[in-house]
């Protein structure tokens, strides 16, 4: 079926072949091509409700002052999860800024993303430590740095590494992600575009995006594209796996259009009321990637009562330490602005610190102006 | 001593960067089979391979965007940009990504990444081929911005960029590439003069003129003209356009009591204005005259057969140096 958008032809989200390998009941079906491979299915559910739970925390944060602004995941857990799950602990991942499930799977304390948005940092962890670059708010621009870290890779011969990139349905817009589909064809680089189509773009519906499905925009490059219901996690795991596995294998770059939808609003600072009807996100409701899955679990045995309280327990507990320890985050010290613009000493900066310094000197020892004026009345 | 064009002398120094560190790479348009458009990358293709000295899609952002990723693998990319005013699509990548990587990561990544930009007029080039954009970058909190003005100095400072743990964009003056220069290319790297300090190139008495990149050659034309006629210039060759080697600056303006600052790029809001800043506030007592500018006009880089009017030479920075004697 075609539908007529505005004098373009879209090609409707039904014909295109969705891989699922769970229905929104909580069905499994089989998939020609993605059989499941084995995969603690209990880990993947333990995980979505722990991340949720860090992200109603980080919102309520938010809204009590404790964070600047919070980007939420809400809706996208199964996308995330299952992606990040389906990486070896040698695979590099680079997120834009919404990707808190994976910095979950990559073992970051979610306090770590918390400092981010309360602006005691912009991300300061080891990105190869974790194997998971810092957070990346210009749209798109990661996706250059993840094919160059990939043609990287391959250049020293690793076999057994690959790269994933994460970027949004606006993302693929931008003339980066281009260079880099681009990039990663011509060279041959081991990276994996996994793009999170939530429909929207903050207010921008896909449609101002492409008037193709996002992963036909691979086609034109030369490399693969397949369409994951980005809502069901065990395919977005196996697809992911199996990618991964073709990059590390040589076969080059593949692009996995995950079609799931942000239940919340853009960032905090969002109303998404303006530009979407209820009526869409209750639609989407029925297609929680979580629900699925503990309907599954419970329906097969495979989980009961017992487990599923548990999770919850150690959710609130969680949330609880993120509370706390995003509360307890002191301010930097003044002098910090200026430590690491360069790796070794700068003349103008270096002088530029010295007077701050000694401005910041130059004051009385707190309270005792005041003091001496209360006294000199 | 081998007497080398400039072009020649920066094609060794990455040779010789080439030789002394696998992880350095060559990045860029036709920089690998054809050697660049300026040829400063000859035969380097040749001897390294493909894999080090890498013919990129035509693409700028996409060049230094990778050049980032590969930075954060481990190597040193020096990535040319084929003309000044083909820099600006990678613009965001460099701004945005590259120059505040170490800070936002506080330390923890270092870019070791060389942007190579030929760049200034006189060339008699179409539009977009002439610009001067290097206070764009200097302006860029995490870059070092130098200038390359002869070939010996040309050989030891994209050594020393390629060195630098710092993300530097280097310019390269293209209307000198062809000039020759006596390079010492057994000298070791050490002994080189530090990539962040200006140099004295025609010492002088009267006035400090200041400049870099393809006008350092003007304005030491200019002192020798300057001297037949009884008046000591100093020329000083900033090389480091960010930071700003003031110590070396105020040093000779305090000597000298007067000073001039001559780039090709447009004197509003231009590198010569930070510099009469910062030496107005630093010599205020030495200085016999106001700091004074002399360069490009406030409009666009105009057409091949107006540039002689655009680019300040040898008259024009003599005016200026007489105007500064005037007061």
């Known amino acids: 079926m075609t539908v007529e958008t505005g004098g373009a032809t879209m090609v409707a989200p039904n014909d295109c072949e969705l891989i699922q390998l769970l229905t929104p009941e909580g069905e499994r079906v089989d998939h020609p091509k993605y059989s499941l491979s084995d995969v603690d299915i209990k880990g993947l559910y333990r995980d979505m409700v722990l991340v949720r739970r860090v992200d109603t925390e980080a919102i309520s944060l938010q809204r009590q002052g404790e964070l600047g602004i919070w980007a939420s995941l809400l809706g996208q857990e199964a996308a995330q999860i299952g992606s990040g799950r389906a990486l070896s602990p040698k695979d590099m991942a680079f997120p834009s800024y919404r990707e808190h499930g994976v910095a979950w799977c990559r073992g970051l304390d979610p306090v770590r993303l918390l400092e981010l948005f309360r602006g005691v940092n912009n991300g300061g962890w080891s990105p190869e430590a974790y194997k998971f670059h810092l957070y990346t708010i210009v749209i798109g621009d990661q996706t250059l740095h993840a094919t160059g870290y990939a043609m990287g890779i391959k250049q020293d011969g690793a076999e057994d590494e690959a790269v994933i990139v994460y970027f949004g ?8 992600v281009s260079e880099a589909f681009s990039w990663a064809s011509v060279f041959h680089a081991p990276v994996v575009f996994f793009c999170q189509n939530n429909q929207y773009a903050i207010s921008a519906p896909q449609e101002r995006q492409s008037p193709i499905p996002l992963y036909q925009r691979s086609r034109g490059f030369g490399f693969p594209g397949v369409r994951v219901d980005g809502n069901d996690v065990l395919a977005c795991y196996e697809v992911t796996r199996q990618a991964l596995r073709a990059a590390r294998e040589g076969q080059g770059p593949t692009l996995i259009e995950a079609y799931t939808y942000r239940m919340g609003a853009h960032t905090t600072t969002d109303d998404p009321t303006r530009y979407r009807l209820a009526s869409e996100l209750e639609t989407w409701r029925l297609r929680d990637p979580i629900e699925r899955v503990r309907a599954y679990l419970a329906r097969t045995g495979q989980a009961n009562s017992a487990f599923f309280d548990e999770v919850e327990a150690e959710a609130t507990e969680l949330a609880a330490h993120v509370r706390e320890a995003c509360r307890a985050l002191p301010d930097p010290p003044p002098l910090t602005v200026f430590d690491h613009v360069y790796t070794g000493a700068n003349a103008v900066l270096d002088a530029e610190r010295a007077q701050y310094a000694a401005y910041l000197n130059s004051f009385e020892p707190a309270g005792l102006g005041q003091l001496e004026g209360e006294v000199a009345r | 001593m081998t007497k080398l064009t400039l072009s020649r002398a920066l094609n060794e120094g990455m040779r010789r960067a080439l030789e002394a560190d696998p992880k350095v790479m060559i990045m860029g348009e036709d920089v690998g089979r054809l050697g660049g458009v300026f040829r400063v990358t000859d035969r380097l293709q040749k001897d390294f391979g493909e894999h080090r000295v890498v013919d990129t899609p035509l693409a700028e952002s996409g060049i230094i965007g990778t050049a980032i990723g590969l930075a954060l693998r481990g190597y040193r990319p020096v990535c040319e940009i ?11 990548q460099i701004v945005s990504q590259l120059a505040k990587m170490h800070y936002r990561s506080r330390g923890l990544v270092t870019l070791p ?28 909190a995490g870059l070092r911005v130098v200038a390359c003005a002869d070939a010996a100095d040309a050989f030891s400072m994209i050594q020393l960029a390629i060195a630098c743990d710092d993300p530097v964009i280097f310019f390269e003056p293209k209307r000198r590439y062809w000039d020759k220069g006596e390079v010492d290319v057994s000298a070791p790297l050490d002994s080189a003069l530090p990539l962040d300090k200006a140099r004295i190139v025609v010492p002088g008495n009267d006035v400090t003129v200041l400049s870099y990149g393809p006008l350092v050659r003007t304005c030491a034309e200019a002192a020798l003209a300057a001297a037949e006629e009884g008046r000591s210039i100093e020329v000083i060759d900033l090389r480091s356009l960010s930071p700003l080697d003031m110590e070396t600056i105020t040093a000779s303006v305090s000597r000298t009591g007067r000073c001039v600052v001559a780039h090709e790029a447009p004197v509003f809001a231009g ?57």
């Not at chain 2, 942007?115 to 954009?133: D, T």
């Not at chain 2, 004074?292 to 030479?313: C, H, K, M, Q, S």
């Not at chain 2, 920075?317 to 004697?325: E, G, M, N, Y």
């Open chain 1, 169 to 176: 349905d606006g993302a693929t817009s931008q003339g980066d």
């Open chain 2, 113 to 140: 990444v060389v942007i190579r930009i030929p760049f200034g007029g006189g060339i008699g080039a179409v539009e977009h081929h002439s610009e001067s954009p290097e206070v764009i970058f200097a302006h860029t």
């Open chain 2, 271 to 327: 590198l010569g204005a930070e510099i009469a800043a910062r030496v107005t506030e630093q010599c205020f007592y030495h200085l016999e005259a106001p700091v004074l500018r002399v360069g490009g006009f406030a409009t666009p880089y105009p057409v091949a057969r107006l540039e002689e009017n655009y680019l300040p030479d040898l008259d024009r920075i003599l005016d200026a140096v007489d105007r500064a004697f005037a007061f």
């Open chain 2, 82 to 92: 084929q003309f000044d005013g083909f820099v600006y699509p990678a613009t965001d």
